[in-house]
């Protein structure tokens, strides 16, 4: 079992506040049959209606004769909404949001394998950054991966930026590490 302070678990919270993946959706009923496309809800609404209107889901280009009579048969309609097993942790393929999912075996090795090719810190300064290391945290919970998580959790700096009222629009930050804040 990996051991990680409460002090990590504690700045990965805080950094997250006011962040939240969205339910992964997918096209049922695509002319292609399953695209393997996740989409956060409002993109695959979007992708839907470029599909009515005669284009691919990007809107691009238009859809084949035979693609277009597909549609009109059997009208593509939003799939999905629950958490499913994924490879990786997923992001919406329009907007790159990320998207809920339970991490498979083959997820947590890539994750781990990301993690331990950094070389130096392990520097966590965005809630997406600090949501993917949580879900590997959560996901290889069983101990299974213990001295590895170890060793990236030994390595991990969590710097939380300091944000006035002012700065919001800029998104100026000191920088600060979370353990070494010369901020406050």
């Known amino acids: 079992m990996h051991n990680v302070s409460e002090e990590i678990k504690s700045a990965l919270s805080e950094i997250q506040k006011g962040f939240e993946p969205k339910p992964a959706h997918w096209i049922g009923s695509h002319p292609d049959g399953d695209s393997g496309e996740d989409y956060c809800r409002d993109c695959c609404e979007k992708a839907i209606g470029n599909l009515e209107s005669g284009k691919v889901t990007d809107g691009k280009s238009q859809l084949t004769e035979e693609q277009v009579k597909q549609v009109k048969d059997e009208t593509p309609f939003i799939d999905g909404g629950w958490s499913s097993e994924k490879d990786v942790i997923p992001r919406c393929s329009d907007c790159g949001v990320i998207l809920i999912a339970n991490m498979t ?71 600060c590490s979370v353990t070494r804040c010369e901020c406050e």
């Not at 083959?106 to 331990?116: G, Q, V």
């Not at 945290?137 to 959790?153: C, P, V």
């Open 105 to 175: 075996s083959t997820a947590i090795e890539e994750e781990l394998w990301h993690y331990e090719s950094i070389d130096g810190d392990i520097v966590i300064t965005s809630p997406e950054e600090a949501y993917d290391l949580d879900e590997l945290l959560d996901s290889s919970e069983n101990g299974a991966y213990a001295d590895r998580i170890n060793a990236i959790i030994n390595r991990v700096v969590v710097k939380i930026s300091h944000v006035t009222e002012d700065e919001s629009q800029g998104m100026l930050a000191c920088g």
